[in-house]
């Protein structure tokens, strides 16, 4: 099975500030990695999918790259409804594991 | 609109059963892959199950030979029997449609690049004596 790690697991960032998530696979994946945000007590959405295409209805703020092992999700100019958990996923091989999840707050 | 409307959930005893539906809507049910991901209280998100059709099936691995991912394409629903649950299996139960379409170059089509690009609410499962 291809594991996927996250990080960091969760940080602290303010409005307006850009920051970036790492997800990283256990064996390459070519660039069959998808994002998902989920905020507290709702079912997740999907912002990005094949590294780096985003999902309709998605703010242009969110931008994805990558390929291989390595990913990142970027979001530039923080807005306090960035404040959730975003998951990576890898969609290479069954089972399609997710990252553990990186839990956003905005200060 | 794109819906999904999960039910079924419930407690249960270990060893216990429970059949999850999800009724699909605002979409061209047959065309898509169908599939179920769960997440443990407090938890991350774990895959379970992705359905094509009668003959495409996939399981995690912790689950094989006790669930069942089932579809309905004349009732737009998809199933999961849950069998022989278990104290771990306590999750909330998503629906997920699969997305594969990919666009590169203008261009947009199927590809076996695979997504959950439509969930439902969740519907709660408890493995509790």
């Known amino acids: 099975d291809i594991q996927m790690t996250q990080s960091p697991s969760s940080l602290s960032a303010s409005v307006g500030d850009r920051i970036t998530i790492t997800c990283r696979a256990s064996?390459?994946?070519?660039?069959?990695l998808n994002w998902y945000q989920q905020k507290p007590g709702k079912a997740p959405e999907l912002l990005i999918y094949v590294t780096s295409s985003l999902q309709g209805g998605v703010s242009s703020r969110f931008s994805g790259s990558g390929s291989g092992t390595d990913f990142t999700l970027t979001i530039s100019s923080l807005q306090p409804e960035d404040s959730a958990t975003y998951y990576c996923q890898q969609s290479f091989s069954i089972p399609y594991n997710f990252g553990q999840g990186t839990k956003l707050e905005i200060k | 609109e794109v819906h999904l409307v999960e039910s079924g959930g419930g407690l249960v005893q270990p060893g216990g059963s429970l059949r999850l539906s999800c009724v699909a809507s605002?979409?061209?049910?047959?065309?898509?892959?169908m599939g179920w991901v769960r997440q443990a209280p407090g938890k991350g998100l774990e895959w379970v199950a992705n359905?094509?059709?009668?003959?495409?099936?996939y399981y995690v691995d912790s689950v094989k030979a006790r669930f069942t991912i089932s579809r309905d394409n004349a009732k737009n629903s998809v199933f999961l029997q849950m069998n022989s649950l278990r104290a771990e299996d306590t999750a909330v139960y998503y629906c997920?449609?699969?997305?594969?379409?990919?666009?590169?170059?203008?261009?947009?089509?199927?590809?076996?690049?695979?997504?959950?690009?439509?969930w439902g609410k969740g519907t709660p499962v408890t493995v509790s004596s």
């Open positions: 997920t449609r699969v997305g594969d379409e990919y666009c590169s170059g203008g261009v947009c089509s199927s590809s076996y690049y695979y997504y959950m690009d439509v």
């Open positions: 359905i094509k059709d009668g003959s495409e099936k």
């Open positions: 605002g979409f061209t049910f047959n065309r898509y892959w």
């Open positions: 064996q390459t994946i070519s660039n069959y």
